[in-house]
């Protein structure tokens, strides 16, 4: 038995939308335990201060700008860390976009395509960019972020929660094609979690007790209370683990 399951020493992560929220409390977490976390977003000096957080903690980890909605950034971005780490250990997509909130019937194009091209075509291209330098470096772990809402489909989220359903169907797809590599691929769904993401949602006061009377445990998550769950599947205790959604917060009764 590995008596220290979530140990990560010498672990090299990549934790996008690691600005705030849940990606900056899931990069902490992995710092704490002993990885180096590039912590990415779309603004540096975002990232910067989370790496202020961790240098000052103890830990390790280093700022690297990356919007995951430009291809080009994401290459950019695993040139990178070929270039100054040649391995990737973890990989967990968290950055998303949300830019609609409104009837469904009423999303344009615009709004359309900025949420496809981050939560779907972002993510795929960021599996497949990490999943490669994984497989020549004899395996990894990714999570991916997508949400409750990817189950049941959020009032007034209609593009986002689509794209979030396809982020599971992703991650199954990855699952079962890069196990061989010794690659465990799991999504994350969190619940009503309060974040600056959310805002929308808190600030309906109406909305939010609506959603909260959903949940079992009548209440909201934290961020920090995501970043366990991710710690669990990226850590070597988890390595039965291939392709599941975890869903935190209680979830919602369908």
């Given at each position: 038995m590995?008596?220290?399951p979530f140990d990560l020493t010498h672990k090299i992560a990549l934790?996008?939308?690691a600005s705030r929220g849940i990606?900056?409390?899931i990069a902490v977490l992995l710092a704490q335990q002993g990885a180096h976390v590039i912590v990415s977003s779309r603004k540096i000096r975002d990232c910067q201060l989370v790496v202020d957080t961790i240098t000052a903690g103890g830990g390790s980890a280093e700022a690297l700008k990356c919007h995951i909605g430009s291809l080009e950034d994401i290459q950019?971005?695993?040139?990178h860390i070929k270039l100054h780490h040649g391995t990737l250990d973890i990989l967990v997509n968290n950055a998303a976009t949300n830019p609609y909130f409104g009837e469904i019937l009423e999303t344009d194009l615009d709004a359309y395509s900025k949420t496809v091209d981050v939560n779907i075509r972002g993510y795929f291209f960021?599996?497949?960019?990490?999943?490669?330098?994984?497989r020549n470096n004899g395996g990894g772990a990714i999570v991916n972020t997508a949400s409750i809402n990817a189950l049941q489909p959020g009032h007034f989220q209609g593009i986002y929660s689509i794209t979030k359903a396809?982020?599971?169907n992703m991650t199954k797809a990855f699952a079962k094609e890069c196990g061989k590599y010794n690659i465990r691929v799991n999504a994350l769904l969190p619940g009503l979690t309060k974040t600056k993401f959310a805002g929308a949602l808190f600030s309906d006061e109406a909305r939010y007790e609506e959603t909260v009377q959903k949940i079992p445990m009548r209440r909201?998550?934290?961020p920090h209370e995501m970043a366990g769950a991710v710690l669990y599947l990226v850590s070597s205790s988890a390595s039965y683990t291939n392709g599941e959604c975890i869903v935190v917060d209680g979830g919602l009764t369908l």
């Open positions: 590995n008596p220290q934790v996008t939308g990606g900056k409390e950019n971005a695993f040139a960021m599996c497949v960019e990490g999943g490669k330098i994984m396809a982020i599971v909201h998550a934290e």
